[in-house]
């Protein structure tokens, strides 16, 4: 069994009364792979300071094995006032640049070195050879390895002077300089492009190390990871594999809590009329109960608030025309800048959900700027419908007003607001996105990332809109935000332009791709399909163009060609899809019978009643159904081939 890497025993921190973590224990082993997520506020980034010892826990301990390599990379990493990037870069080898000195210290002092003395340093002069070996005894091949892998051109540009999204590229660069056997990372892929995003992800498909990746990335989290974490009431759940198993795993989960709460309901209906026929609390047995249903309630209304969240949307305006923007040659450039736009034709129609998908700095809200007539088409023009409905989030999140609080900043000093479902009070509605009654009269400013993108969702699903522009509205939410967001997006009627770096959840929403190419004229291109398709699109568009090659215009006798295999199902594959296909019949028949057996109410009424049974019988199913499903679609691809 691998050794263990770092561990979190029986950690606890509190933060005033609140326990953000609560006993917490975690054991990463070494080569291992481990995602961890949770909802904005459960304690993600506490943990990551923890590790990274900027905090230490009010109990319990942090251990890391003794000897290892560290590099931890924080949401927004920070860097030596005035550094440069070479700077920031040979600060990632401080370690090997003092074996280096150490090494020529060594020989200076070996010179008038004898005896025991001499051994001495001869045996630690083998050891800091064997360890500057490991890296090379010249530095500046590394750095100009690094600044290649993450695109960094300007190695004497300063660092705070970059953006967001090339500090993060820095700071990766340092991580992988020090080719750590542990590597803490938080929130990486946040303000890095796709291109970017692809490096990240191939570094950690190869890293050897053991790995705890902090992030809502689930494509990043599914390519890379083989077991995930979720951190939820100061407390961990462990699930085998990356984000995909970890959704099947615990959509079986809450399919059998649904059914407990179902019980739980239905049995504290009959604990509350008890209460209410006067019970008095004279015994000890009695006082017992009534605590007991007091829990229960606590435990079912904690269920429902949950449940409560579900269901956001977006409110589609009365626009009924199939043409709301046409654009025609477009193009704009700022003064000295290049051309951004390169001449784009475009007909946004009613119902397309477009991504837009480019790499940092090329043009993504700028184009959205001059389509919504925000900037002014240096070529070209724009024609919007004139009963236009917009709503829009910037990437700036300039819509709110940071001296205002946070339940003004929603609906302007009004009690009630209109939902597009009816009516609601405004503090109520607030609490859908995740901000309690007692916290909103906090102002806007002190707002975090993701609770004032949070904000920013709950005003614009108030306001009813043709068109939905959002600019990066995944940033700082957490998975649970996402996945509601993402339906939310879904179940909208209008039409919706989209920037954002998550791929995963481009995938779940776009219709339509508007893609950049640096090469092209113009510089936009428009794909039907999602984000995930455009390089097959393109690849299969350049082969076509490709002109035929000069080994096959050869005269000249032809090489014998392949024998092929003939296409579809031998007799023995088709007899053996006739038994899949019969066998996940009465699967899903006994499937059936079993949901049957769980949704009575008394099926979890005892440890010992058969709904325990069913819901063992029922995983059991299942994971046999997987296997049937899995040969079923290969056996059935072939057949198709004929």
Not at 63 to 85: D, K, W
Not at 336 to 349: C, H, P
Not at 433 to 440: A, C, E, L, R
Request: charged share 25%; net charge negative; aromatic share 4%.
């Amino acid at each position: 069994m691998p050794a263990i890497a770092l561990s979190l025993i029986n950690v606890t921190k509190r933060y005033g009364a609140t326990a953000i973590l609560d006993g917490l224990s975690l054991g990463l082993f070494q080569g291992e792979k481990v995602g961890l997520i949770g909802r904005n506020g459960a304690g993600k980034s506490t943990l990551f300071r923890l590790l990274t010892g900027d905090e230490t826990p009010d109990s319990g301990e942090v251990v890391i094995t003794q000897g290892l390599r560290v590099a931890r990379l924080s949401q927004e990493p920070h860097f030596a006032p005035g550094a440069s990037i070479r700077q920031a870069l040979e600060a990632a080898l401080a370690d090997h640049a003092l074996l280096l000195a150490r090494h020529q210290a060594i020989h200076e002092t070996l010179h008038g070195a004898t005896g025991q003395e001499e051994a001495r340093l001869l045996d630690e002069l083998q050891s800091v050879e064997h360890q500057v070996e490991r890296w090379g005894w010249d530095l500046e091949p590394r750095l100009k390895a690094a600044a290649t892998t993450w695109g960094l051109k300007d190695l004497e540009a300063e660092v705070e002077s970059l953006s967001g999204g090339w500090r993060k590229r820095v700071a990766l660069a340092q991580a992988w300089l020090k080719e750590p056997d542990v590597l803490v990372l938080d929130e990486p892929t946040n303000h890095l492009d796709p291109d970017q995003v692809e490096k990240l992800e191939a570094w950690l498909q190869a890293y050897g190390g053991a790995l705890l990746l902090i992030t809502h990335d689930r494509h990043l989290l599914d390519a890379v990871v083989t077991r995930m974490l979720e951190l939820d009431e100061g407390a961990l759940r462990s699930y085998e594999g990356g984000y995909s198993d970890y959704l099947l795993e615990k959509s079986d989960r809450e399919f059998r809590e649904s059914r407990l709460t179902e019980h739980m309901q239905n049995r504290l209906r009959r604990e509350m009329a008890w209460l209410r026929r006067g019970a008095k609390a004279r015994t000890r047995k009695s006082k017992l109960r009534i605590q007991e249903v007091l829990d229960l309630k606590d435990d079912v209304e904690d269920r429902t608030r949950l449940e409560i969240r579900q269901g956001l949307t977006f409110a589609a305006g009365g626009n009924r025309s199939d043409a709301l923007i046409r654009a025609e040659g477009l193009r704009f450039a700022y003064p000295g800048g290049e051309e951004l736009l390169g001449g784009l034709d475009l007909s946004l129609q009613r119902g397309m959900r477009i991504a837009l998908l480019g790499p940092n700095g090329c043009g993504k809200s700028t184009l959205l700027k001059v389509l919504l007539g925000e900037l002014e088409p240096t070529a070209g023009e724009a024609a919007r419908h004139p009963k236009l409905a917009t709503t829009t989030i910037s990437q700036g999140r300039g819509e709110l007003d940071g001296g205002r609080s946070i339940l003004d900043n929603l609906a302007e000093r009004a009690s009630v607001v209109d939902t597009g479902n009816g009516t609601l009070l405004a503090h109520v509605y607030l609490t859908r996105f995740g901000f309690p009654v007692d916290q909103q009269a906090r102002p806007a400013a002190t707002l975090s990332g993701g609770e004032r993108n949070r904000l920013l969702l709950a005003k614009a699903m108030l306001s009813p809109a043709d068109l939905l522009v959002l600019d990066e509205p995944t940033n700082d939410l957490d998975i649970p935000t996402l996945q509601n967001l993402e339906e939310a997006l879904l179940g909208f009627q209008g039409t919706l332009l989209l920037v954002s770096h998550d791929r995963f959840f481009l995938d779940q929403v776009a219709t339509h791709t508007l893609a950049w190419n640096a090469a092209g004229t113009p510089r936009w291109e428009l794909y039907e399909g999602a984000p995930s398709t455009v390089r097959s699109l393109r690849e299969a568009r350049a082969a076509a163009q490709e002109p035929p090659r000069a080994e096959a215009l050869r005269s000249g006798p032809k090489a014998a060609a392949p024998r092929l295999r003939k296409p579809g199902l031998s007799q023995k594959e088709q007899r053996r899809l006739a038994e899949v296909e019969q066998a996940m019949e009465a699967l899903h028949l006994q499937l059936t019978a079993l949901d049957a057996r769980l949704a009575d109410p008394t099926a979890f009424l005892r440890s010992d009643s058969p709904g325990h049974q069913a819901l063992r019988e029922r995983e059991a199913a299942r994971a046999e159904l997987e296997v049937l499903e899995l040969a079923w679609l290969e056996l059935e691809e072939k057949r198709q081939e004929s």
